[in-house]
């Protein structure tokens, strides 16, 4: 079947063009997507050609992915319902990660429309949540899955390391389970979107020493670092903050450059957690917190283009001529 997709051609080259999608199977929904949300690390990564899978860097005698449709993540209507298929109706409105395409490097993709998906990768969304806030629902439960995983009491001093999406939600999931939290980013305008709580706080670490303000914003030691933005001497620089039994999460992209000496870690018996992707289990907590107020997502949003103009999109995202966080496409009656 003919569909409409967002294409990357070449590294830092994206079009919006016809596609094939694969015909639906008994096990598919075909979504109608009205929104997508672009994930600017990872796809931003997949265009400059530094990834040949979700995060496993780009050898030399690897081929470059092009052409491929980029990102993993949107909302629609279902518009067809496959007869293997239980739980959802025409008409509902849902979140669907990949589906299906052809003819490109990947044989799936998230800019698509009608979008051919396969079960497992499609949920319905609960009545009165903004379809719009669920849009970027794998990486909202990426956030979730850093500040899942190390063990936090009430009160712990978490710093968190980015100011993109990741580490907002991130940060937000701290703050959920009782931690105080630190952001560190460099951009001001990021950072003034984190709704510190009591005892929260921000710092630009592009113009702060950000060990020496971590070590002044908890002075009895952080349990807890979380790098989301793939920084080995930052989380190095971090990691004497540690206390006794204290974490470290590594939820970034470091290409062939991820290595840490891990004996540096067992004096203080810290852990070192390794999130990666999404699992039914976790969409789902995640989506049930986004539902309940726990997650924010639309204050992040700070573009909304058509999805006709995704290389205008992608454009703000890799020259960074102007301020971005979250940026949406709109796909309208395409």
């Known amino acids: 079947m003919r569909a409409h997709a967002v294409i990357a051609t070449a590294p830092r080259q994206v079009e919006f063009a016809e596609v094939r999608a694969p015909e639906p199977t008994a096990d598919d929904v075909v979504v109608r997507v009205t929104h997508s949300w672009i994930s600017n690390g990872t796809e931003g990564s997949f265009l400059r050609g530094e990834r040949i899978a979700g995060d496993t860097p780009r050898g030399p005698s690897d081929p470059l992915p092009f052409p491929h449709v980029p990102g993993y993540q949107k909302v629609g209507v279902a518009e067809w319902v496959g007869k293997n298929v239980t739980g959802f109706r025409v008409g509902d409105t849902v979140f669907a990660s990949v589906s299906g395409v052809e003819d490109m490097f990947y044989p799936s993709g998230g800019h698509v429309s009608p979008a051919v998906t396969?079960?497992?990768?499609?949920?319905?969304?609960?009545?009165?949540?903004?379809p719009i806030a669920a849009g970027g629902l794998v990486l909202t439960q990426v956030g979730y899955n850093v500040g899942a995983r190390p063990a936090v009491s009430a009160g712990d001093a978490v710093l968190v390391v980015g100011d993109g999406l990741v580490g907002h939600w991130a940060a937000q999931t701290f703050?959920?389970?009782g931690a105080r939290v630190l952001l560190a980013g460099r951009h001001d305008e990021r950072l003034a979107r984190f709704?510190?709580?009591?005892?929260?706080?921000?710092?630009?670490?592009?113009?702060?020493?950000l060990p020496r303000a971590g070590r002044a914003w908890a002075p009895e030691g952080l349990q807890v670092v979380a790098d989301t933005v793939g920084s080995i001497p930052v989380l190095e620089s971090l990691m004497p903050l540690l206390r006794r039994d204290g974490h470290l999460v590594s939820a970034g992209f470091y290409g062939p450059n991820g290595r840490m000496d891990i004996q540096r870690m067992r004096d203080r018996e810290i852990t070192l957690h390794a999130p990666a992707g999404w699992t039914r289990e976790r969409m789902d907590t995640t989506l049930d917190l986004l539902?309940?107020?726990?997650?924010?997502?639309?204050?992040?949003?700070?573009?909304?283009?058509?999805?006709?103009?995704?290389?205008?999109?992608?454009?703000?995202?890799?020259a960074r001529r102007e301020p971005v966080?979250?940026?949406?496409?709109?796909?309208?009656?395409?």
């Open 118 to 130: 396969h079960r497992s990768q499609v949920w319905k969304l609960p009545p009165g949540l903004d």
């Open 175 to 177: 703050q959920h389970r």
């Open 195 to 209: 709704e510190a709580g009591p005892g929260d706080g921000v710092v630009n670490a592009a113009c702060e020493d």
């Open 291 to 318: 539902a309940r107020g726990v997650f924010q997502t639309l204050p992040l949003i700070t573009h909304r283009l058509p999805a006709a103009l995704a290389p205008a999109a992608y454009d703000l995202i890799l």
């Open 325 to 334: 966080l979250g940026v949406i496409l709109d796909w309208g009656d395409i």
